[in-house]
């Protein structure tokens, strides 16, 4: 039988249990590792927003999905408010009509303070990739039927004046034993979804995927971020291009966005 096709409710609850398995695993093995300066505070939104994240892959992931999107790490204003990947609040509250309370880290730098889905700053990455998603796919469960997102790193660095810092521009020590926590929970993760496609969001994910995705086809698209100059002309239009050419997606729906 097709893993896309018809599943029964046992392996739909397998798929999912083997997620929340793989994300506890990961949480246990980040608790172990420390980071030094410039970083002066990490979050881990598996930790004090785990609710909302066991949310989204109980809703979301409880069957194999033909796509799995793969970005990075969390965003200030997105994954580190919600615990959702990409996570825009207006996004996870209006289209994936998730609403749990998020209880914030104890320790939080004053200029990065977490409020949840009361956040009312918009994370512009979450914003693109969501909405070109809404735009097609209308109602997520239509999204959700063969496609879901992840997260390569479920932690934020924040550096003593508040700038993010990413996980690739960490000490090579620090970075070995964060990628390979990481990589274990990637491998596990694309072992219960049973994908065809890893799409990395960016070159960095694409990277990291082709390291440990050894029997899926793994392909890019442009990161949405507004720092990325290229992402600030028609990303949307970009990236369905991209997804359209590699065979992702077929050519006869094209966003509005």
């Not at 990490?42 to 799995?68: D, G």
Request: aromatic letters at 10%; a positive charge; proline letters at 8%.
């Amino acid at each position: 039988m097709s893993i896309h096709g018809s599943k029964t409710v046992e392996s739909d609850s397998q798929t999912v249990a083997r997620l929340l398995e793989a994300a506890e695993a990961l949480k246990e093995a980040l608790r172990r590792l420390s980071f030094g300066p410039p970083i002066s505070h990490v979050y881990n939104p598996l930790e004090y927003a785990w609710p909302c994240y066991e949310a989204y892959l109980r809703r979301f992931a409880c069957a194999p999905k033909r796509v799995v999107f793969l970005g990075m790490n969390p965003g200030p204003f997105g994954m580190v408010q919600t615990g959702v990947p990409f996570g825009e609040v207006k996004a996870v509250r209006d289209w994936l009509q998730i609403e749990v309370q998020i209880v914030p880290p104890a320790q939080q730098h004053p200029q990065r303070p977490v409020t949840g889905l009361d956040c009312q700053r918009s994370e512009v990455s979450g914003q693109r990739l969501w909405g070109l998603f809404a735009a097609r796919f209308g109602p997520a469960k239509e999204f959700f039927r063969q496609h879901l997102v992840l997260n390569y790193c479920p932690l934020a660095f924040m550096e003593s004046t508040g700038r993010n810092r990413t996980p690739d521009k960490l000490p090579l020590r620090e970075k070995e034993q964060l990628f390979a926590a990481c990589d274990e929970h990637l491998r596990e993760a694309i072992q219960a979804l049973q994908p065809e496609w890893v799409i990395g969001v960016g070159d960095f994910a694409r990277r990291r995927a082709q390291l440990v995705c050894d029997q899926v086809r793994v392909g890019q698209i442009l990161h949405p971020s507004p720092a990325n100059p290229q992402a600030n002309r028609a990303w949307a239009t970009v990236v369905t291009k991209q997804l359209v050419d590699l065979g992702v997606w077929r050519a006869f729906k094209t966003s509005k966005h």
